[in-house]
Nanobody
Framework: QVQLVESGGGLVQAGGSLRLSCAAS????????MGWFRQAPGREREFVAA???????LYADSVKGRFTISRDNAKSTAYLQMNSLKPEDTAIYYC???????????????????WGQGTQVTVSS
């Protein structure tokens, strides 16, 4: 079954850290470009970070220097390490696989054709 399953969300105080995991199955993970997006209540889903199959990374300005995307191809898992969390980071976080046919930039959510169910991250002030 082709799917992505996120885990690792939770409640944390401002300044704290969380690590999200995204377990992939049903496709050749090491050839896939992977991304993380988030959606806060009443807002559109926004790009957070992406890593290409060749490990090139891209981050949204709002998380640069605080979040780190990584991958373990042997485990078919992508990660998002989130440090120095702020209340404005509160959202549902989604893992996604970029379509191999995509030609738009990594931050374009329409370029991703497989999504996980999401994991809630809540940062208290």
């Amino acid at each position: 079954q082709v799917q992505l399953v996120e885990s690792g969300g939770g409640l944390v105080q401002a300044g704290g850290s969380l690590r999200l995991s995204c377990a992939a199955s049903g496709f050749t993970f090491w050839t896939a470009d992977m991304g993380w997006f988030r959606q806060a209540p009443g807002r559109e889903r926004e790009f957070v970070a992406a890593m290409s199959w060749s490990r090139t990374t891209l981050y949204a300005d709002s998380v640069k220097g605080r979040f780190t995307i990584s991958r373990d191809n042997a485990k078919s898992t992508a990660y998002l390490q989130m440090n120095s969390l702020k209340p404005e980071d509160t959202a549902i976080y989604y893992c996604a696989r970029r379509s191999p046919q995509a030609v738009t930039v990594f931050g374009d959510r329409n370029a991703y054709n497989l999504w996980g169910q999401g994991t809630q991250v809540t940062v208290s002030s």
